[in-house]
């Protein structure tokens, strides 16, 4: 309700700009310029609001919807309308009650409340008074403590989430404030800072401030405090992206209310093109020149998830303390329910650019909702936890990277090079295939099927492939232990779900390790544990170290899952007397091992013998893949597992059985053209896929070669000990790990992409309980040896940019 309809229609403040128009006439000039002042000769202070003046609204008629719905929910807690107050110091300037009064205010309105770093009254008090959450804006000071401290305070008061003000290195130039000279008034400071030097805002900043501060900072307040962290900020697509990549909760779209640098974008004016960079990634919010309800309705049609109402609150207070500020979020609130109500748009989430110019939709049934990260439906937490988990977003990531930066050098995707492919030969491999059949006496008709029809869950070319490894590996198993899969990562899948039974099981992992098998575990709620590898690698005390802790623990480890060789991400090797040791650990611990080798017939040289080939005691689980040696588009892995399995009633089988009966149930078979084009390529080749491969590995190999003699030549020695820069040197396989002097992040890597044009996967993908910040995986195997030249140098001047 108005004041002026409080009063019985006397005339009193009805919109915003009344309640500026007050509060002006009731605060000294240095005050009011202070608050209303922008930097430089403010044109984006004016540029703000007649951005939002330029809007104009297609109304809609006879809707029959009834009253708007303005609720919102963003952050996991839902907000009257999609509106916030936003930070801002001192409202103690106001209203002696300062804080606490907006936050009493706020919490009735049921809207959140950003409270400044500078705020006049104490986090604690604030908190009391209010019913609404309450975020932190967080300025980071040079002396880290103090922000620490600051964090830890909020913190315990009950604040939700932290708001990292990052387009304040300093304040800006504010022209009002030099030409008054402007002071604090007596008794105004920081009630959540300790110190001095607090009178003239802009000395203080640039005394304290963090000028320095880079996207690093995220990590560093994640270490500080579980709650979450949004950027507030951000003016391009670029640094969008940048925040979503460093780990940011949220977005704030601010050009700091015009008061930073001069003569930036209007917030609205940008925002379109933000939403579009952060795809609903996580809460964009924008702040900067909301003067009415209608305001807030433009900026969700444009993108926007919520707004933050700054300069307008403070007006309220002035006017008329804790209710001035209810009213005027009332007022807000009201406007906006009119406009949808105009528009006809029945609820927050179906407001859209059409709303306000964009292209009408077609003729025909209403458009869907749009899909708004605070909208009410589906709650990404009430689903199953693996879809918020970091590791499997992080093939996603690089995905988007690399399609975003199309004419970057990628060392990430570990997929082979493309010139070995001739699509001509997928017709060949099918006709070998099906004459295969007819040599072997299959009819016309058992033709057909084999192609058209499932088949076997278990496969139909277990027989080839069973052929395949006694050629090439030695490994003499009979075609029934054999499942075939889509690709190694259902292998991967059967194989962790059918060992691991309960919440003792434990699965363990060599660490760094390959993040499919990671993935597969959080899918289906297992805990991996990790065995962090040496510096030269895999290390049987320190697996068996880890059997026993997990046993101390009344777990049960099952199964260890390791590749042996040329490994994904490391590129290192396990040596035959550690494989013969790590086969003696497990029989004496009665473990099974899963070994997943896909990169030996693509290396050049002799190979060290597969655990499988010297597995007596049947404790290796054989994963494999002809993703890397035949092509990756059939998708055609298997798993060998011919451990006995002994029902309660004394009946014998084999693990494969049992896998078999599970993947029955996720894929049903794995695609009859896929394995005939598998099954022609090894007939092709009796059998010998390192016949098939003599000529990749060697490509392969000379790709490692020529990346290590670049990283020396772009990296001399001396360079490379004085700046902490240290690579390992593989003898086959795809990748190879680089360690820098710096966190090697989604962050950097972003910045690398953009700036440097060369894409790298971080090291921490694959640790999964932490680790490898500072490292980053190359893998060589998909350029050529040119662009592996190119990258190369294009990699050392970013690492030589980020180091310093």
Request: charged letters at 20%; proline letters at 6%; a negative charge.
């Amino acid at each position: 309700m108005s004041a002026g309809a409080a009063n019985g229609g006397a005339p009193g403040p009805y919109t915003l700009a009344d309640y500026a128009t007050l509060a002006r006439a009731g605060m000294g000039q240095d005050v009011w310029d202070f608050w209303e002042g922008g930097a430089g000769e403010e044109r984006t202070l004016t540029a703000n609001v007649e951005a939002y003046d330029r809007v104009r609204f297609r109304p809609r008629v006879l809707t029959g919807m009834g009253r708007p719905d303005t609720t919102t929910r963003i952050l996991g807690r839902s907000w009257a309308a999609p509106v916030g107050v936003a930070p801002l110091a001192y409202h103690t300037l106001a209203d002696p009650a300062g804080e606490v009064a907006t936050a009493g205010a706020a919490g009735r309105a049921g809207l959140p409340f950003v409270v400044s770093t500078f705020a006049g009254r104490t986090f604690e008090d604030i908190a009391r008074a209010a019913a609404a959450p309450l975020w932190l804006q967080v300025y980071c000071f040079r002396d880290r403590d103090t922000t620490r401290a600051l964090v830890e305070r909020a913190e315990r008061a009950g604040f939700e989430a932290l708001v990292l003000t990052a387009d304040a290195p300093r304040l800006g130039r504010r022209l009002r404030d030099l030409r008054n000279g402007f002071q604090l008034p007596e008794g105004i400071a920081p009630a959540n800072l300790t110190g001095v030097g607090f009178a003239s805002p802009a000395d203080h900043a640039l005394a304290e401030f963090d000028a320095a501060l880079d996207w690093e900072v995220i990590a560093w307040l994640h270490s500080i405090s579980s709650l979450p962290v949004l950027v507030k900020g951000i003016l391009t697509p670029a640094d969008a992206r940048r925040a979503v990549a460093a780990g940011a909760a949220g977005i704030v779209v601010s050009n700091h209310g015009g008061r930073q640098l001069d003569a930036v974008p209007a917030t609205l004016d940008v925002l379109p093109e933000i939403a579009n960079a952060v795809q609903g990634a996580c809460p964009l919010i924008v702040d900067g020149g909301v003067r009415r309800g209608s305001d807030v309705l433009a900026a969700l049609a444009l993108g926007a998830d919520a707004v933050l109402l700054g300069r307008p609150v403070l007006h309220g207070l002035v006017v008329g303390g804790e209710a001035g500020v209810e009213q005027v979020l009332d007022t807000v609130i009201d406007e906006l329910a009119e406009t949808m109500t105009f528009t006809g748009t029945p609820s927050v989430d179906r407001a859209g650019p059409p709303l306000v110019g964009g292209p009408e939709p077609a003729s025909g049934p209403p458009e869907p909702p749009r899909i708004r990260t605070g909208a009410a439906g589906l709650r990404r937490e009430e689903l199953h936890g693996s879809v918020s988990d970091p590791v499997l977003d992080t093939m996603n990531f690089l995905n988007e990277v690399t399609h975003r930066y199309p004419d970057a050098v990628s060392f990430a995707p570990g997929r082979p090079y493309d010139g070995f492919f001739d699509t001509e030969d997928v017709f060949t491999y099918l006709r070998r295939y099906l004459d295969h059949l007819s040599e072997q006496g299959a009819t016309p008709e058992q033709v057909r099927s084999a192609i058209f029809q499932y088949g076997p869950t278990a496969g139909q070319i277990r027989e080839l492939v069973a052929d395949s490894l006694r050629k090439d590996e030695g490994i003499d198993v009979p075609p029934a232990s054999v499942v075939v899969t889509v690709g190694c990562q259902e292998a991967m899948f059967l194989a962790v779900r059918a060992l691991i039974s309960g919440p003792e099981d434990v699965l363990l992992a060599s660490s760094p390790c390959y993040v499919g098998i990671t993935g597969a575990a959080r899918l289906l709620d297992v805990e991996v544990r990790a065995v962090e590898e040496g510096e030269k690698g895999f290390d049987c005390a320190a697996l068996e170290a880890a059997i026993l802790a997990e046993r101390a623990r009344g777990r049960r480890p099952r199964a260890f899952y390791v590749i042996p060789d040329h490994s994904n991400p490391s590129g290192t090797t396990v040596t035959l007397p550690a494989r013969l040791e790590l086969l003696d650990l497990a029989e004496r611990h009665d473990i099974l091992l899963l070994e997943d080798s896909p990169y030996r017939m693509v290396s050049p040289g002799e190979q060290v013998p597969t655990l499988k080939f010297l597995d007596r005691q049947r404790r290796v689980v054989h994963l494999g893949s002809y993703s890397k040696t035949l092509f990756p588009g059939t998708r055609v892995g298997f798993v060998v597992a011919d451990q006995t399995v002994i029902d309660d009633a004394g009946n014998t089988g084999l693990l494969a059985d049992e896998l078999a009966r599970i993947k029955s149930m996720l894929t049903v078979n794995t695609s009859p053209v896929s394995q005939a084009v598998t099954a022609g390529m090894l007939l092709s080749a009796d059998g010998r896929t390192s016949e098939l491969n003599t000529r990749t590995a060697a490509y392969y190999g000379d790709a490692m070669r020529v990346t290590l003699r670049e990283l020396e030549r772009r990296f001399p020695q001396a360079e490379r000990s004085a700046l902490g820069i240290s690579w390992n040197e593989p003898t086959g396989g795809f990748f190879l790990a680089l360690t820098v002097p710096f966190r090697a992040d989604n962050a950097a890597l972003e910045r690398s992409a953009e700036e440097f044009g060369v894409i790298w996967t971080p090291m921490s993908y694959f640790f999964p309980q932490g680790g490898g910040e500072s490292g980053l995986r190359l893998s060589v195997s998909y350029l050529s040896h040119e662009e592996i030249v190119d990258g190369v140098d294009r990699l050392a001047r970013f690492v030589r940019a980020h180091a310093h």
